[in-house]
């Protein structure tokens, strides 16, 4: 079946940028998503990209797609100690609601000062 | 998470046990769905609703059931809770664009 992988740590230091790695085998994926869960909270939509675009950039955030390699990322700037969560890379194979989303497994990502 | 709302909380059954989550949502979409997250694993879809009167299996259905009452609410029902059962519930609402909103979850403990 279709799978989602992601690194399951990342530590960065405070001020720098966080490059979270996500790749996935679905061919017929549509849209990408990144999403940010704190402890004890739902997971929050953070930004998406869709299949055809190479790059999204919102505020700090910056997503990286390469279609070709089935690779994405997620680049944090000037990294917070607000950023610490878990990220969770999504990958939708169509267009109606009817499509799967695939989740990976998460990245949990620890801010040193 | 503003606009889907779960109910309970938390919960502890004992095996055997049955009980019903509740999710609510005010932002008048179509589409719903049930989650469940483990630990060290991505969310897993058990059901989802593209509609009101439609429910569809996910990838993990065994062991529930569904009701889409109505356009705002889609409730997850255990019938006889099962120790394998032990996790977080989610539920989401997906709007037009695809994106997806997720409520703030139950945690289930079957002992």
């Known amino acids: 079946g279709e799978d989602v992988e992601q690194s399951l740590f990342l530590s960065v230091r405070e001020g720098d940028s966080s490059v979270i790695n996500c790749t996935y085998t679905?061919?017929?994926?549509?849209?990408l998503y990144w999403y940010k869960q704190e402890p004890g909270a739902g997971l929050q939509l953070l930004t998406y990209?869709?299949?055809?675009?190479d790059m999204k950039q919102d505020q700090r955030l910056t997503v990286l797609l390469n279609k070709k390699d089935k690779h994405l990322s997620l680049r944090i700037a000037d990294t917070q100690t607000g950023d610490s969560a878990i990220y969770f890379c999504?990958?939708?194979?169509?267009?109606?609601?009817?499509?799967?989303?695939?989740f990976g497994s998460g990245t949990r990502l620890s801010i040193r000062p | 998470n503003a606009g889907v709302t779960q109910t309970p909380k938390f919960q502890v059954l004992k095996t055997g046990q049955s009980m019903t989550l509740q999710c609510a949502q005010d932002?008048?979409?179509?589409?719903m769905y049930w989650y469940r997250q483990d630990p060290g694993m991505g969310l897993r879809l058990i059901y989802y609703?593209?509609?009101?009167?439609?429910?569809d299996k996910g990838e993990v259905p065994n062991g529930y059931n569904v009701s889409r009452l109505n356009k705002r609410e889609f409730s997850l029902r255990l019938e006889s809770a099962a120790p394998s059962q032990t996790s977080v519930y989610f539920c989401?609402?997906?709007?037009?664009?695809?994106?997806?909103?997720f409520g703030p979850g139950t945690r289930l403990t079957v002992t």
């Open positions: 989401a609402i997906s709007n037009p664009a695809y994106e997806q909103y």
């Open positions: 679905d061919s017929s994926s549509t849209y």
């Open positions: 999504a990958e939708r194979g169509g267009y109606s609601s009817a499509s799967k989303i695939i």
């Open positions: 609703s593209a509609s009101e009167g439609t429910t």
């Open positions: 932002m008048n979409h179509n589409s």
């Open positions: 990209i869709f299949s055809n675009m």
